[in-house]
């Protein structure tokens, strides 16, 4: 069945029928004779055929650092929900954590005529800004605040307070396993909410009682093992994610160390893993779903002509759980 065909059996122009589907003038009788023999026939018109005439594809590129994590499956999902809902699809480019690939994909997406795209960010170089300004279609960053673009990202720095807030009831040799500080949302700002916390406790801070992590649970044992090689004696651990925080927490128990009542742990990010590890890990709840649906929603105002930047702050919850002292 093709547009010639459908021009015939309706009695009508091919014209007629060109107008129809292009939403140009046809007199309502030949529009009803039309929608006829679409319904009868179940004709489509092709998505190629739709996109000359458009130059639109109802397809957006979404980046992201790695498929295996609780934190980004959620925020694909809320993008995914929000961009089925307005009758586009996703194309997922995984990137596992390698930069080049995600500017190699920023170019991908924009030149292979995608209408939009957004970026779960980690770590954004002068490279990625450059990328993001030559884009020939409008970009949302998830997961970052990049001054001058929509963007949608967490509140790290007070929920990691809040957490520390938590973790440091009752103790008094605090340490910190943190991932790179040129991640700025889950590197410097959640390092910089603990050790606030840690002011405000009028504890006393030692570098020692740092160590850096991969983002893997195997990342965070090995990084306990580390910590506590320095610093035999700390009584509260703040991990920067549940993940290293699944990790430090076996580490610890291994050790012959009781959870909570000779460390204390926290993370974030409220995952499966973090609730039903035992003891049940005290973290702060990210509404990634929802920041991802946010994400979805700037760009379709984007792409719907808007030429003003928004940012939005998602908020959070705290979940006091068995793993620290406290009880909120």
Same mark, same amino acid.
Request: aromatic share 6%.
């Given at each position: @069945?093709?547009?010639?065909?459908?021009?015939?059996?309706?009695?009508? /122009?091919?014209?007629?029928? /060109?107008?129809?589907?292009?939403?140009?003038?046809? /007199?309502?009788?030949?529009? !009803?004779?039309?929608?006829?023999?679409?319904?009868?026939?179940?004709?489509?018109?092709?998505?190629?055929?739709? @996109?000359?005439?458009?130059?639109?594809?109802?397809?957006?590129?979404?980046?992201?650092?790695?498929?295996?994590?609780?934190?980004?499956?959620?925020?694909?999902?809320?993008?995914?929900?929000?961009?089925?809902? &307005?009758?586009?699809?996703?194309?997922?480019?995984?990137?596992?954590?390698?930069?080049?690939?995600?500017?190699?994909?920023?170019?991908?997406?924009?030149?292979?005529?995608?209408?939009?795209?957004?970026?779960?960010?980690?770590?954004?170089?002068?490279?990625?800004?450059?990328?993001?300004?030559?884009?020939?279609?409008?970009?949302?960053?998830?997961?970052?605040?990049?001054?001058?673009?929509?963007?949608?990202?967490?509140?790290?720095?007070?929920?990691?307070?809040?957490?520390? !807030?938590?973790?440091?009831?009752?103790?008094?040799?605090?340490?910190?396993?943190?991932?790179?500080?040129?991640?700025?949302?889950?590197?410097?700002?959640?390092?910089?909410?603990?050790?606030?916390?840690?002011?405000?406790?009028?504890?006393?801070?030692?570098?020692?009682?740092?160590?850096?992590?991969?983002?893997?649970?195997?990342?965070?044992?090995?990084?306990?093992?580390?910590?506590?090689?320095?610093?035999?004696?700390?009584?509260?651990?703040?991990? &920067?994610?549940?993940?290293?925080?699944?990790?430090?927490?076996?580490?610890?128990?291994?050790?012959?160390?009781?959870?909570?009542?000779?460390?204390?742990?926290?993370?974030?990010?409220?995952?499966?893993?973090?609730?039903?590890?035992?003891?049940?890990?005290?973290?702060?709840?990210?509404?990634?779903?929802?920041?991802?649906?946010?994400?979805?929603?700037?760009?379709?105002?984007? @792409?719907?002509?808007?030429?003003?930047?928004?940012?939005?702050? @998602?908020?959070? !919850?705290?979940?006091?759980?068995?793993?620290?002292? /406290?009880?909120?």
């Amino acid at each position: @069945m093709n547009i010639n065909e459908i021009a015939k059996l309706a009695g009508v /122009s091919r014209a007629t029928v /060109s107008r129809y589907f292009n939403d140009g003038y046809v /007199s309502e009788e030949k529009r !009803r004779q039309i929608r006829r023999v679409i319904e009868e026939t179940g004709y489509k018109p092709s998505a190629q055929a739709q @996109m000359l005439r458009t130059k639109k594809t109802r397809q957006i590129g979404v980046i992201i650092p790695k498929i295996n994590s609780e934190s980004i499956s959620r925020m694909v999902a809320g993008i995914s929900a929000a961009l089925k809902e &307005a009758g586009f699809l996703l194309l997922l480019a995984d990137t596992e954590n390698r930069e080049k690939e995600e500017l190699d994909y920023l170019k991908l997406f924009s030149e292979n005529q995608v209408d939009g795209i957004i970026l779960i960010g980690t770590i954004l170089t002068t490279e990625h800004r450059r990328a993001l300004k030559g884009l020939t279609v409008p970009a949302v960053i998830l997961g970052q605040r990049l001054e001058g673009y929509s963007c949608v990202y967490q509140d790290d720095y007070r929920a990691a307070l809040e957490a520390a !807030r938590c973790l440091l009831s009752g103790a008094k040799r605090p340490g910190c396993i943190g991932v790179t500080q040129r991640d700025l949302a889950v590197g410097k700002a959640r390092r910089r909410g603990f050790l606030e916390a840690v002011r405000r406790a009028g504890l006393e801070w030692d570098e020692g009682a740092y160590s850096e992590s991969g983002f893997g649970a195997e990342d965070g044992y090995r990084a306990a093992e580390r910590l506590f090689s320095r610093k035999p004696d700390l009584d509260a651990v703040f991990c &920067a994610t549940d993940t290293i925080a699944l990790g430090a927490l076996s580490w610890i128990q291994e050790s012959g160390r009781r959870v909570p009542e000779d460390v204390a742990v926290v993370g974030v990010g409220d995952t499966v893993s973090g609730r039903i590890m035992r003891p049940a890990l005290t973290s702060v709840h990210l509404y990634y779903k929802t920041s991802g649906q946010e994400a979805a929603r700037l760009l379709l105002e984007l @792409m719907e002509g808007s030429d003003s930047a928004r940012e939005v702050k @998602m908020g959070f !919850r705290l979940e006091v759980r068995r793993s620290t002292r /406290s009880e909120g």
